[in-house]
């Protein structure tokens, strides 16, 4: 059966005394593509246009690392520690060699995957990241994440889009896609907000 990203099935795996909850899909034999997701964000956080057009052409893993959403334990206070839950998240299913990806807060994730992993990260793509000990706090993150919207999910509309008529409108469908698949991730927990929010 071929999934995508709205019908994959949640899957569990555990590491370092940590249950991770993911999904992986797409064209099998590739490398595989590991996703790290921004500030809040959970397995149903990509955009699944983005996420399906990549799982045409190879392998595309997404997952919860250690205290998001529906994988078990605290997120650790160190990029360090993260690093170090995801790696042990790869090996656990089985993986000797991956490509990373990691968006925003992300970012950070990838970049101590591939300083701790050795040969395990062949290809390691950025975006919307910034380096490591990059500051954060000069960025509008922290306002645009405590500031109230109605509906709460037109948050992502102020993160990922520009004021303009048409960013917005691709806004919407975005969140529209998001929306359709029935059995989705348990949102960010208050500890996970509270770790993550000191790094902004």
């Given at each position: 059966?071929?999934?995508?990203?709205?019908?994959?099935?949640?899957?569990?795996?555990?590491?370092?005394?940590?249950?991770?909850?993911?999904?992986?899909?797409?064209?099998?034999?590739?490398?595989?593509?590991?996703?790290?997701?921004?500030?809040?964000?959970?397995?149903?956080?990509?955009?699944?246009?983005?996420?399906?057009?990549?799982?045409?052409?190879?392998?595309?893993?997404?997952?919860?690392?250690?205290g998001v959403a529906g994988s078990s334990g605290e997120t650790p206070s160190t990029f360090q520690e993260i690093g170090a839950n995801a790696i042990a998240f790869i090996r656990?299913?089985?993986?000797?060699?991956?490509?990373?990806?990691?968006?925003?807060?992300?970012?950070?994730v990838a970049q101590e995957i591939a300083l701790q992993g050795g040969d395990l990260v062949r290809k390691l793509?950025?975006?919307?990241?910034?380096?490591?000990?990059?500051?954060?706090?000069?960025?509008?993150?922290?306002?645009?994440?405590?500031?109230?919207?109605?509906?709460?999910?037109?948050?992502?509309?102020?993160?990922?889009?520009?004021?303009?008529?048409?960013?917005?409108?691709?806004?919407?469908?975005?969140?529209?896609?998001?929306?359709?698949?029935?059995?989705?991730?348990?949102?960010?927990?208050?500890?996970?907000?509270?770790?993550?929010?000191?790094?902004?």
């Open positions: 059966m071929t999934y995508t990203h709205e019908s994959a099935p949640t899957q569990y795996v555990e590491a370092n005394g940590i249950r991770f909850a993911y999904r992986r899909f797409g064209k099998a034999g590739s490398v595989p593509l590991v996703f790290n997701q921004h500030f809040q964000g959970t397995l149903d956080h990509w955009d699944p246009a983005v996420i399906d057009g990549l799982a045409a052409g190879r392998e595309v893993i997404l997952f919860d690392n250690a656990a299913i089985g993986l000797t060699e991956v490509h990373v990806l990691g968006f925003s807060i992300g970012g950070m793509i950025l975006v919307g990241t910034g380096p490591r000990g990059a500051d954060m706090a000069a960025s509008q993150s922290a306002a645009i994440f405590a500031a109230t919207y109605d509906p709460p999910e037109h948050l992502w509309l102020k993160v990922h889009f520009t004021p303009s008529a048409a960013s917005q409108t691709a806004g919407i469908a975005f969140l529209e896609r998001r929306l359709r698949r029935q059995d989705r991730d348990v949102p960010v927990g208050e500890q996970t907000q509270k770790q993550r929010s000191r790094r902004l």
